[in-house]
């Protein structure tokens, strides 16, 4: 153990835990012998919060979202909307080194008063952003799949399996949090003991040629305390109630008919036991459960929310699946584009998982004026993530202060890379008159100054060199923020291609269907796809890639040919693609 516990250390290239949770006060629990971190902001202060704030700022904390890919945004978001947290996927770790990463979160964190929650998908296996992304190299089976993680120890040694499983968890949780990640959706709850389903691999269902619905709550109630120990990480039971052998919901609608007993008496098992264990978050699946609410996903179903609050006592955070994946596109459309952030709320959720919300925070706060949704729910999921925040040490007294920063925002473009000159161009937009600098994250030195002219426009230059670099951007008065320069390789690659099926159509040629094949199957829930007219470069649909790399999206035929061009679009490395769909 203590050699694996050295490798996992040396994996945060000489980071202690300790160093990296500075500003962290701790205390000595002398009867338990061991330190635990004293909790910085009291119930009065958030409730005086609660009261005192704008309803679009609290309505900016029940936002997760994926995290804005060009230089700055994720800055100026946080800072602009109170967005509770980001998400962090493959494109937000690759190509950087470590300290370069935790830079990074510590950019987003500045950005804003109240501290963001910063979530991952690091369940293990084909679900391990850390490995995918190449941030941290596997570890054995640290990152592995929980049922690998058990199976591979049992036969080593009868009775070893938990063990590893819960060492792992403990292990990683402390590699998240030094690296500046406290939240991870993770464990997963689901249960299948069927092979040849999408969540079989994911879940803990037929482990060793056991079917049995307690020995996965028995894992769960297990898990969750080694997940969230200390408070570093807060962990997440998904996907409520349970996706059992339904169809993946990254690419579409995915129905059960199981009976509401047989939810209640079985899947929920493994929830009820993560609750009673103190799991902090539970997230709700895209499934529709015809026995429950045959007419909403769960995600924004009241009937599903109230079976989690009041069936199994739940008091923590309810966040829904990303509301980008398909099922919940098709669900909109057909419903004449309703507005499921608004939907998701009223729905019982305290977050919402979506990129939307510029337009959602104005939708969800008309909807509370027009006495659709109440301000009571509204202050009650609030107070939850900020008890959440709380439990994991991230606010003090002046995160909740309301005075006015009344800071300003760079506006950046991405940045441009010249192959000839193996060149790096910075450039955005800022108030005529600002001294920047540009500070290297890495050595610490201003390596660039500059003024900016009367234009507003600026623009610098660096050499690409063979290692990523890493910049803070700072301006008297404004928000600093994070620039990445990729390495030569990265910045000058060799484009990747992905797979596009031939289109087809529904039977009245209204309808047409693209879909296609990511060839790394890693990308899995991470990376998204979309769909352009090529003639206007508007989006005309969007897909998360799914289970083995599949995707699909539904495009509308029109009177004409249309060329659609599909696009990875939080990835640089795969070279877009066109398609044709036929006119009617």
Same mark, same amino acid.
């Given at each position: 153990?203590?050699?694996?516990?050295?490798?996992?250390?040396?994996?945060?290239?000489?980071?202690?835990?300790?160093?990296?949770?500075?500003?962290?006060?701790?205390?000595?629990?002398?009867?338990?012998?061991?330190?635990?971190?004293?909790?910085?902001?009291?119930?009065?202060?958030?409730?005086?919060?609660?009261?005192?704030?704008?309803?679009?700022?609290?309505?900016?904390?029940?936002?997760?979202?994926?995290?804005?890919?060009?230089?700055?945004?994720?800055?100026?978001?946080?800072?602009?909307?109170?967005?509770?947290?980001?998400?962090?996927?493959?494109?937000?770790?690759?190509?950087?080194?470590?300290?370069?990463?935790?830079?990074?979160?510590?950019?987003?964190?500045?950005?804003?008063?109240?501290?963001?929650?910063?979530?991952?998908?690091?369940?293990?296996?084909?679900?391990?952003?850390?490995?995918?992304?190449?941030?941290?190299?596997?570890?054995?089976?640290?990152?592995?799949?929980?049922?690998?993680?058990?199976?591979?120890?049992?036969?080593?040694?009868?009775?070893?399996?938990?063990?590893?499983?819960?060492?792992?968890?403990?292990?990683?949780?402390?590699?998240?949090?030094?690296?500046?990640?406290?939240?991870?959706?993770?464990?997963?709850?689901?249960?299948?003991?069927?092979?040849?389903?999408?969540?079989?691999?994911?879940?803990?269902?037929?482990?060793?040629?056991?079917?049995?619905?307690?020995?996965?709550?028995?894992?769960?109630?297990?898990?969750?305390?080694?997940?969230?120990?200390?408070?570093?990480?807060?962990?997440?039971?998904?996907?409520?109630?349970?996706?059992?052998?339904?169809?993946?919901?990254?690419?579409?609608?995915?129905?059960?008919?199981?009976?509401?007993?047989?939810?209640?008496?079985?899947?929920?098992?493994?929830?009820?036991?993560?609750?009673?264990?103190?799991?902090?978050?539970?997230?709700?699946?895209?499934?529709?459960?015809?026995?429950?609410?045959?007419?909403?996903?769960?995600?924004?179903?009241?009937?599903?929310?109230?079976?989690?609050?009041?069936?199994?006592?739940?008091?923590?955070?309810?966040?829904?699946?990303?509301?980008?994946?398909?099922?919940?596109?098709?669900?909109?459309?057909?419903?004449?584009?309703?507005?499921?952030?608004?939907?998701?709320?009223?729905?019982?959720?305290?977050?919402?998982?979506?990129?939307?919300?510029?337009?959602?925070?104005?939708?969800?706060?008309?909807?509370?004026?027009?006495?659709?949704?109440?301000?009571?729910?509204?202050?009650?999921?609030?107070?939850?993530?900020?008890?959440?925040?709380?439990?994991?040490?991230?606010?003090?007294?002046?995160?909740?202060?309301?005075?006015?920063?009344?800071?300003?925002?760079?506006?950046?473009?991405?940045?441009?890379?010249?192959?000839?000159?193996?060149?790096?161009?910075?450039?955005?937009?800022?108030?005529?008159?600002?001294?920047? *600098?540009?500070? #290297?994250?890495? %050595?610490?030195?201003? $390596?660039?100054?500059?003024? +900016? /002219? &009367?234009? !507003? =426009? @600026?623009?610098?230059?660096?050499?690409?060199?063979?290692?990523?670099?890493?910049?803070?951007?700072?301006?008297?008065?404004?928000?600093?923020?994070?620039?990445?320069?990729?390495?030569?390789?990265?910045?000058?690659?060799?484009?990747?291609?992905?797979?596009?099926?031939?289109?087809?159509?529904?039977?009245?040629?209204?309808?047409?269907?693209?879909?296609?094949?990511?060839?790394?199957?890693?990308?899995?829930?991470?990376?998204?796809? *979309?769909?352009? #007219?090529?003639? %206007?470069?508007?989006? $005309?649909?969007?897909?998360? +890639? /799914? &289970?083995? !790399? =599949? @995707?699909?999206?539904?495009?509308?035929?029109?009177?004409?040919?249309?060329?659609?061009?599909?696009?990875?679009?939080?990835?640089?490395?795969?070279?877009?693609?066109?398609?044709?769909?036929?006119?009617?």
């Amino acid at each position: 153990m203590n050699l694996f516990k050295k490798a996992v250390i040396s994996t945060v290239a000489g980071m202690t835990l300790a160093g990296c949770l500075g500003g962290i006060t701790s205390q000595v629990d002398a009867a338990k012998g061991h330190k635990t971190r004293v909790t910085r902001v009291t119930e009065k202060q958030i409730n005086n919060y609660i009261k005192k704030a704008s309803l679009k700022q609290k309505i900016g904390q029940m936002y997760v979202s994926r995290t804005p890919q060009q230089p700055g945004v994720a800055e100026h978001d946080a800072y602009k909307y109170n967005l509770g947290g980001f998400i962090v996927y493959d494109a937000d770790l690759q190509n950087y080194t470590t300290n370069q990463f935790k830079t990074k979160m510590a950019s987003y964190q500045n950005a804003e008063r109240i501290p963001l929650l910063i979530g991952i998908d690091q369940e293990g296996g084909l679900v391990s952003r850390l490995t995918h992304s190449g941030l941290i190299p596997q570890n054995g089976d640290q990152f592995k799949f929980p049922r690998d993680q058990y199976e591979n120890a049992e036969k080593t040694q009868k009775g070893s399996g938990m063990k590893a499983v819960t060492k792992y968890a403990h292990y990683t949780a402390t590699l998240l949090r030094s690296l500046g990640v406290n939240w991870n959706y993770a464990p997963d709850a689901d249960y299948s003991d069927n092979p040849k389903s999408f969540i079989y691999q994911r879940g803990f269902g037929g482990v060793m040629g056991k079917q049995s619905y307690q020995g996965e709550a028995n894992y769960i109630s297990q898990v969750i305390p080694a997940w969230q120990h200390d408070n570093l990480i807060a962990a997440t039971l998904k996907h409520f109630p349970g996706y059992g052998d339904a169809a993946d919901t990254h690419t579409g609608f995915a129905h059960t008919d199981k009976s509401k007993a047989d939810i209640e008496s079985k899947d929920m098992l493994s929830f009820k036991a993560g609750i009673k264990a103190g799991a902090d978050s539970v997230m709700v699946t895209h499934v529709i459960y015809d026995d429950i609410d045959p007419e909403y996903p769960a995600s924004l179903s009241k009937k599903i929310n109230t079976l989690l609050r009041k069936d199994c006592n739940f008091k923590g955070v309810i966040v829904t699946d990303a509301l980008e994946m398909g099922a919940i596109k098709d669900f909109a459309k057909q419903h004449g584009n309703a507005p499921v952030d608004v939907l998701a709320v009223k729905a019982g959720n305290d977050m919402i998982m979506t990129t939307d919300y510029a337009t959602g925070i104005p939708e969800i706060a008309a909807a509370v004026k027009k006495g659709e949704i109440s301000k009571t729910q509204i202050n009650n999921s609030v107070r939850r993530i900020l008890n959440m925040k709380n439990k994991l040490h991230l606010l003090k007294p002046s995160s909740l202060s309301l005075k006015k920063q009344n800071k300003r925002t760079f506006t950046l473009k991405d940045v441009a890379y010249n192959r000839k000159d193996k060149a790096a161009v910075i450039a955005g937009t800022a108030k005529k008159g600002t001294h920047l *600098s540009l500070k #290297n994250t890495d %050595t610490k030195k201003v $390596v660039k100054k500059i003024k +900016v /002219g &009367k234009s !507003g =426009n @600026f623009k610098i230059t660096l050499s690409v060199k063979e290692d990523p670099q890493n910049f803070a951007l700072v301006g008297k008065g404004y928000v600093s923020v994070n620039v990445h320069v990729q390495s030569d390789k990265v910045a000058f690659p060799v484009l990747k291609k992905f797979t596009l099926n031939a289109v087809t159509y529904n039977s009245d040629h209204r309808i047409a269907t693209i879909s296609g094949k990511i060839p790394d199957a890693g990308e899995e829930g991470s990376l998204i796809m *979309s769909f352009l #007219n090529a003639a %206007t470069n508007n989006a $005309v649909g969007s897909a998360v +890639v /799914g &289970k083995d !790399g =599949n @995707f699909s999206s539904t495009v509308r035929v029109l009177d004409k040919d249309q060329q659609i061009k599909v696009v990875a679009q939080n990835n640089k490395d795969y070279e877009a693609q066109t398609v044709t769909v036929k006119a009617k």
